[in-house]
């Protein structure tokens, strides 16, 4: 089992940037693909973005690319995403989701692992 407990989320303006961070405790880290989705209120849960076991290849939902950038760090069985120029439609609970295939976390369907959540309020 690996459990997975984000943190990092919180009311920001727009325009504004917060780093949720995704920790990881139960097996080693690092021969997990880790990713992010969101949901927001009355939508479905969507893709954010994912990032290979040693960080060799990411992904992102075309929408977010430029403003949303996933990273980890092994050493700290953390993964995180930092989130820049925020906009209203990002509001939403942020989910950090972990996977032993990558392509399983790219595609978001039978993800083994989620965490709890964090909620990220932006106002404007």
């Known amino acids: 089992q690996v459990q997975l407990v984000e943190s990092g989320g919180g009311l920001v303006q727009a325009g504004g940037s917060l780093r949720l961070s995704c920790a990881a405790s139960?097996?080693?880290?690092?021969?997990?693909?880790m990713g992010w989705f969101r949901q927001a209120p009355g939508k479905e849960r969507e893709f954010v973005a994912a990032i290979s076991r040693a960080a060799s290849s990411t992904n992102y939902a075309d929408s977010l690319k430029g403003r949303f950038t996933i990273s980890r760090d092994n050493a700290k069985n953390t993964g995180y995403l930092q989130m820049n120029d925020l906009k209203l439609e990002d509001t939403a609970v942020y989910y950090c989701?972990?996977?032993?295939?990558?392509?399983?976390?790219?595609?978001?369907?039978?993800?083994?692992?989620w965490g709890q959540g964090t909620q990220v309020t932006v106002s404007s």
């Open positions: 989701a972990a996977d032993a295939n990558y392509g399983v976390v790219v595609g978001g369907n039978k993800v083994h692992y």
């Open positions: 139960g097996r080693t880290f690092s021969n997990y693909a």
